[in-house]
């Protein structure tokens, strides 16, 4: 199997000036070179997958963290269920934005993004949240299947909340919410931030909104049937993350937005 070449390169050679003039000819042929990794990447979620499912800010770091450690990833999008049986079945190779908490004999890379759940409000309004249950006084849309994917309380204050819904489309929220519709929107906030400038002229996006961090940070990571892919990932990541080329795709997805 082929491993990490372009790190293969530099430890046959060394530095130096052979080793630059193989690399600079190396490169562009690097993307042929590599071997496919085909992962499943979940369902588009602007801006961490866009519709397209070829960009992203979870795909590009992901992407650019593979082929720093010498493979190419192939990204399909599939509902997480789904790519999580296919991963099992060995139809992938591995998934994205996922947690140790699916369980199974896989490798786990580091933490490689951190999604922020978040309960947003119209900052004229002057609502205090500081804790889950204060959601119990507000009229709250959430993101599909929040009730089970926010833990124990958030499930208890929704199973029990007369004024609680779910909707399947993120947008949707962001136009609730400034229509004055519901009290609290509850979602990531780099979504709700991206569907801003998304909604119709007629509403009125401008209004200035505060996030209200009652939910813990998700620190999401890849995962491999393979532990040497799985180890390729993370040195690729190291590797990014030192180059600049990690902030760089931060900053070209959150330079998209206003807030």
Known sequence: MLYQPILLLRALLGGGALFAVLLSGAVCAQELALLEV?????????????????????????????????????????PQTRALAMLRA??????LSTSEGIGGHLYFSDAYIVYQNVATTLTRRNLKLRQIEDLSSYSVA?????????GE???????????????????TQNKLLFMGRVDVVVGDRLIFRYFIDKLEPQIDATQAVTYHNIFPESPRKAVFRDARVRDAFNAGLSIIRSNGTYDAIVKQYLGAVRR
């Open 90 to 95: 060995g139809q992938l190779d591995g998934m």
């Open 153 to 171: 309380r958030f499930n208890f204050v929704a199973s029990n909340h007369s004024d609680y819904r779910e909707v399947p489309s993120q947008i």
């Open 38 to 78: 085909h992962v499943g990447m979940g369902l588009p979620k602007p801006p961490y997958i866009m519709e397209s499912g070829t960009s992203g800010l979870d795909y590009d770091i992901a992407r650019k963290a593979m082929a720093a450690g010498g493979y190419k990833l192939v990204g399909q999008m599939l």
């Open 142 to 150: 959430a993101f599909q299947s929040a009730n089970m994917v926010l």
